[in-house]
Nanobody, 117 residues
Framework: QVQLVESGGGLVQPGGSLRLSCAASGSMFSTSVMGWYRQAPGKQRELVASITSDGSRNYANFVKGRCTISRDNAKNTVYLQMNSLKPDDTAVYYC???????????WGQGTQVTVSS
């Protein structure tokens, strides 16, 4: 079983930055694809960024150039550095772990990010 615990969300002004962290329990982390998703009120959950076990990164178009996803396998932690934040970035941000076996898919509880002046 895997537990994912996100942290780092909060209230930030437009143009500001936040760094989200997600710590994973268990032994799957280093071989898993890690992702950050977000869900705004009334909208579907959407992928923000993902990183494979070998470090290949994928970003949604709406965050390209503003966000960086990274991982530390020694700490079982994935990060999302978000810069130049906009009000449209306001959402609950969720961490996801996709393991190598079918059905190994886990979600964190989410962390709120609010961008407002």
């Amino acid at each position: 079983q895997v537990q994912l615990v996100e942290s780092g969300g909060g209230l930030v002004q437009p143009g500001g930055s936040l760094r989200l962290s997600c710590a994973a329990s268990g032994s799957m982390f280093s071989t898993s694809v890690m992702g950050w998703y977000r869900q705004a009120p009334g909208k579907q959950r959407e992928l923000v960024a993902s990183i494979t076990s070998d470090g290949s990164r994928n970003y949604a178009n709406f965050v390209k150039g503003r966000c960086t996803i990274s991982r530390d396998n020694a700490k079982n932690t994935v990060y999302l550095q978000m810069n130049s934040l906009k009000p449209d970035d306001t959402a609950v941000y969720y961490c996801n772990l996709q393991g190598v076996r079918f059905g190994d898919n886990y979600w964190g509880q989410g962390t709120q990010v609010t961008v407002s002046s």
